[in-house]
T-cell receptor, first 114, second 111 residues
Framework: DAGITQSPRHKVTETGTPVTLRCHQT?????MYWYRQDPGHGLRLIHY???????DKGEVSDGYSVSRSKTEDFLLTLESATSSQTSVYFC?????????????FGPGTRLTVL | AQSVTQLGSHVSVSEGALVLLRCNYS??????LFWYVQYPNQGLQLLLK??????LVKGINGFEAEFKKSETSFHLTKPSAHMSDAAEYFC?????????FGTGTRLTIIP
């Protein structure tokens, strides 16, 4: 298994509070991604990073920010959590290889916003 | 824009029967296509990938998929279903630096 960990694995918080989720990799992969998974929607990309301090938005980036100050860590921040952000969040990593970049996924973080 | 459509959000098959999960894609460039599997309360695991080397792709756990350009399809099959195949399956398309996922198909195996 690819060395990807996510923390915390479960979190319950209240509306309006800030939340930070962490993704840590030991594979030295260049690309890192944050997705959210919701029933009926599959996985949707929130933000991704293509290098240290290089990030870009995905299709559902509103209300989220990210930071990547070193290769191994990619942080996802909900500045002011809302109930619509209750979801399971997955981090993924990939690298530049021939034939498209398959992604390896972490175990997920289940976030509940009350 | 690229997109992935998975036909059938739920599929049930009897143990030992053929598994067929459907995926159609839309892409303006030659696609890289993937199938992932997700077991309950786990992350996604790569089943197989199409990277233009061969149209019939074999993956783990006895699954395979055939790329058909004329039909813009990449359906996943397994000749004989096993109880351990019960999971959710996602088709995905890589392009523009991103993976685009289908909405998933939940596979149930009937004993």
């Amino acid at each position: 298994d690819a060395g990807i960990t996510q923390s915390p694995r479960h979190k319950v918080t209240e509306t309006g509070t800030p939340v930070t989720l962490r993704c840590h990799q030991t594979e030295n992969h260049r690309y890192m991604y944050w997705y959210r998974q919701d029933p009926g929607h599959g996985l949707r990309l929130i933000h991704y990073s293509y290098g240290v301090k290089d990030t870009d938005k995905g299709e559902v980036s509103d209300g989220y920010s990210v930071s990547r100050s070193k290769t191994e860590d990619f942080l996802l921040t909900l500045e002011s959590a809302t109930s619509s952000q209750t979801s399971v969040y997955f981090c993924a990593i990939s690298d530049v290889v021939a034939g498209g970049r398959e992604q390896f996924f972490g175990p997920g973080t289940r976030l509940t916003v009350l | 824009a690229q997109s992935v459509t998975q036909l059938g959000s739920h599929v049930s098959v009897s143990e030992g029967a053929l598994v067929l999960l459907r995926c159609n894609y839309s892409s303006s460039v030659p696609p890289y296509l993937f199938w992932y599997v997700q077991y309950p309360n786990q992350g996604l695991q790569l089943l197989l990938k199409y990277t233009s080397a061969a149209t019939l792709v074999k993956g783990i756990n006895g699954f395979e998929a055939e790329f058909k350009k004329s039909e813009t399809s990449f359906h996943l099959t397994k000749p004989s279903a096993h109880m351990s195949d019960a999971a959710e399956y996602f088709c995905a398309l890589f392009g523009n630096e991103k993976l685009t996922f289908g909405t998933g198909t939940r596979l149930t195996i009937i004993p």
